[in-house]
């Protein structure tokens, strides 16, 4: 009886229990990950996603930008990329600009606006490359560093010819295909690569057959997938895709979809593409060609309705989106599909990176918590990263923290806006701490702005910390100056909407944690009260200088997230470690004098008081360790301003 | 006022928290451990550990022991080393015999001794040495052996001369000072050196003083630190201390104590010795030399006496023990100085080993939980233990247990022992039941014999599987073979005496295991009950011919039993590891034939029964994963009881 379930392994394609194997010779498999794998899909590459969600009938949507022209807009596009990254695109991607130096290291190159997106935001990303024009020592350049930067992802496109009299080269970059193959021929099979389909041929095509047999010779060169130029109709797109299955293309393809906008932009793209407006939409848009935002609600009931059908078809299971760098209208049509899915839960406490090299990162350091951009700029060039245990980790030093005005470090707001949240003026140290205040309170400052970001935080309060309010609110009046906390939670399931991370079914645990700055007469009554405390709350004391108080063990990292899920060994992703602790030190003085004195003149009154914050607080973190009792740092706290009075 | 602090990095000697360190350039420092210190004895080296103890004014002891002479004897050996292990004595010796092929591979040899109580029984362990009449290359190819074994201690002696007609050799090892200059030459710092002191001088010394300058040249060549031999008055030994100060030997000087236990014993250790038994102790123990207790007691009190006056005097802080293997008047002077501590407290649930290789291990597989020998024995060819993760490990295949002979792995149990407890004749499958039910209810068999142990489990019940007593035995008697088990624990403390582990102040979890032998048509049934239970039960089935069905994830290892601590990282020492599974099946199953089965004749019944289940039985084990509700295992095994009914 028992025999017919034999060779089952059920909740794994990997299997490896066969039944022949005697166990002992195979005890240690390579097959098996070196790390719980909280999240599949950051160890698949996008063709294995793709595939997946296919198999799992789990249809999905993909989100096209172009690289920005300024730095600024460059600022803005990445915080679109965490807003929209937010909805759950299986991939964006990032065209190539040949005019726009696209594999430089300039913030608004497409090499460096993917590599953002792939290492900064998290997203799984296309990097369009353009081959005609181009040597062959060019492109492999371009191939090398977007490997180096942890893309893995290339969409091969031939490119506009610059100029009319372009002729083919011998031996050169003429078609797509040609990428393809030396992408192939260079890099294996490193790159998942997307080429492009066009669904009425290409406009240099001699015939639509002809255009469907050069895509045929683009797969097998070696693509991955297909994304398609836009259409108007959906029968336009699905005829395409019977189309190319008949001679044989049998990888998928998708549509890719242009919600229409605005007037101008749909005529500069149809310029651009060589397309034909279909007449039925002519009819509608040229008698409200001025009305905004009249051709956006009518381009966002086209394309729901155009992307309706191609689902409805059983032939399509994504989407791609030309988002022309916009959020509104696509971020509308994704709604209204359901296909948009903010996920509150999140696989772990803090936002992965994409880069395949922190594929098995899981624990960090909680310092960098509000500012996970810059954890991973100073340690991208770790080679390998902790995974199970911080101590692990044989990583290097933190990169020194030098590149404030890097735009994916910087602030989202101008200069101008933050002096009215931090004060166009100070007037003592009193005034820093109201700054602090408004910004845990929610409340407007003296002069009526609200103050939603700090040099430490650049988002309002996380959900969580708001558990904490009244007592944050408490203590920064009187000038402990938080800049980072959590709660401690006692085994809350791991799908609580505020504090659950990781796969449903475990229980999350958290020790309380409270990290300020504060001035040295509180520090002196702090560690007086802290010997109270000696066996429950470890403490590290620092000042810019590096002078250090501990009772930290042996240098030893404390947990102070961690997880416990069905069949797998122990998550903990958040520690305090003593050791990273003096490099985030460096970092959070830093920022008072890089984010905040330098909003005002040298030698002004404003600018002296902070620089005197700098030169002589102390940073301090606090862990209880008594996760099942009730928070004791408020007491703590309270214990040191009574011993001040 | 903060700065009188500044520096100040309490609970750690490998302070790094200098007050001038930037931080940031220093941030991955190779001074740091790589694995949370549970338990800082582990990575010490002895005379670490003195001068620790020494420092915190904290009394030691330590045990000598002689190689046994048969297998059997090695066997009684290894039990004492377990029993007399849990007093906790700072170390134990084990003496070289050169007639015994001391450093052969033999069982009963003085280096295989040794081996066993460092590996197997985790205690620090010197291996005594002695050179004369030895080849420079043999001597280092002990000393490599006992490397290579994990013995980080050797006892430096000159040994007794072969013959009457010992001369020095040019060149030879003449004393034990070469044994210590070689030792330093060819391996330097690795081994801690012991030397042998002499309170009434070496009887071939010259003088007194001239042995006191040979004890000099042996420290000053290397020695870290003295035993003394046997005296019998505590003046002797205070004496020679002072002299040994007087001339410059700083190290540490233990007295060895030996306690008289038998009048024929005391005659012997004096003829070798060549000392004079003062004449007010031959004036007790003549007259009651055939009352062999009454001699003991002597011995223990007059012991006692001797070592409360050493320690008194302030300048002894270890005692050292001649045992003679024996247990009780050792064991009985250690209680009455209190100095005997039995620590029920573990640094890991499970028993650590000594060997410098295994100092970062913390997590093993809970199959072997009762199996530790073996364990570690199908693990001595790893070169990393894991640590933090299992699944982190790349430790090579199980080695095959083909040794079921080698005494560290065998059955304390004579075969007629055996046999009482597990059936001179078993007439049915049932009649097996009955014996996994006697061993858990700890009731007399049906022929009045107690089942203290099984072929899976050589000591009686845990105490933390008696909290599941009355539900295994219920299972037991319908045929569900338990041989592992442990209750769920959400969150007690690390000191809780049935459960605890770890230093105090943490808190341990645990999920509830249960791991069983049972008929194939019990699995049929559970296998439709577990679909129930899909996302709260993990589960591994397995036949003889490993014929496996689980519903792990991936393969990956689930943690079972963690522990949180004041800052610390996560330790998660024990985990139901899918791979591994396979190895520890292969062992479960062969220990049916190895220690029962051929317990019997060949084609008797009492064989076949147990062949059959061998053949035709599966092993299951089971995980409940909800940690925080009431383990639901036992529903699960009434379920499939219901289901069959």
Redesign the interface.
Known sequence: ???E????????S????????????????N???????LDADRHERLREKMRRRQEAGDKWFSLEFFPPRTANAAVNLISRFDRMGAGGPLFIDVTWHPAGDPGSDKETSSMIIANTAVNYCGLETILHMTCCNQTKDDITGHLQKAKRLGLKNIMALRGDPAGEEWEEEVDGFNHAVDLVKHIRNEFDDYFDICVAGYPKGHPEAESYEADLRHLKEKVFAGADFIITQLFFRPETFLKFMKDCQAIGITCPIIPGIFPIQGYHSLRQLVKLSKLEVPQEIKDVIEPIKDNDAAIRNYGVELAVSMCRELLDSGMVHGLHFYTLNREVATTEVLKRLALWKEDPRRPLPWAVSAHPKRRVEDVRPIFWASRPKSYIYRTQEWDDFP????????????G?LKDYYLFYLKSKSPREELLKMWGEELTSEESVFEVFTCYITGEPNRNGYKVTCMPWNDDPLATETNLLKDELEKVNRRGILTINSQPNI??KPSTDPIVGWGPS?G?V?QKAYLEFFTS??I??AL?KVLKKYE??V?YHIV?V???????????????VT?G???????I?PT?VD??????W??EAFALWIEQWAKLYEEESPSRMIIQYIHDNY?LVNL?D?D??LENCLWQVVEDTFELLN
């Open positions: 009886m028992v025999n379930t034999q060779q089952t392994c059920s909740g794994s990997s299997s490896r229990s066969d039944g022949s194997s005697s166990g002992s010779e195979s005890s240690k498999d097959s098996r990950c070196s790390t719980p794998v995974n199970g245990r911080w101590g692990n980790s044989s990583s290097p030093a933190f020194e006692n085994g079914g229980y645990f040295s007469e520090v002196t560690l066996l429950r470890n000042n200088k590096g002078q250090n108080i501990t009772n930290a063990p042996d240098l030893q990292p404390n947990a961690w416990i899920f069905p069949g797998r060994e122990i903990q520690v003593p050791v990273s602790f003096l490099s030190k460096d102390y862990v360790n996760f099942p």
